[in-house]
């Protein structure tokens, strides 16, 4: 059973950065795609990034060119780096595994970009 723990959320001002981690366990992690993403009361949760398990990467348009995803295959986690924080980016960010047709999520990190 694949278990996902995320941290790194927290507040942070606007311009300012986190790294997100996400540590996978009970997966042949090289072999999963990994994705992450973020949910706002009362609406969908929706893709910000994601990473195959070739390391190809795509972004949503909202966030291109502020954050990046990466994997560390050796120790079984992805990262989302987030640069240039915009208080739109505030959300629950959720960790997504998929493998051999499995879809796992983590249980969320909050980020608040705020004042």
């Known amino acids: 059973q694949v278990q996902l723990v995320e941290s790194g959320g927290g507040l942070v001002q606007p311009g300012g950065s986190l790294r997100l981690s996400c540590a996978a366990s009970?997966?042949?992690?090289?072999?999963?795609?990994m994705g992450w993403y973020r949910q706002t009361p009362g609406k969908q949760r929706e893709s910000v990034a994601a990473?195959?398990?070739?390391?190809?990467?795509n972004y949503a348009e909202s966030v291109k060119g502020r954050f990046t995803i990466s994997r560390d295959n050796n120790n079984n986690t992805v990262y989302l780096q987030m640069n240039s924080l915009k208080p739109e980016d505030t959300a629950v960010y959720y960790c997504r595994h998929y493998e051999n047709g499995r879809v796992t999520w983590g249980q969320g990190t909050q980020v608040t970009v705020s004042t």
């Open positions: 009970g997966s042949i992690f090289n072999r999963s795609a």
């Open positions: 990473i195959t398990r070739l390391g190809s990467t």
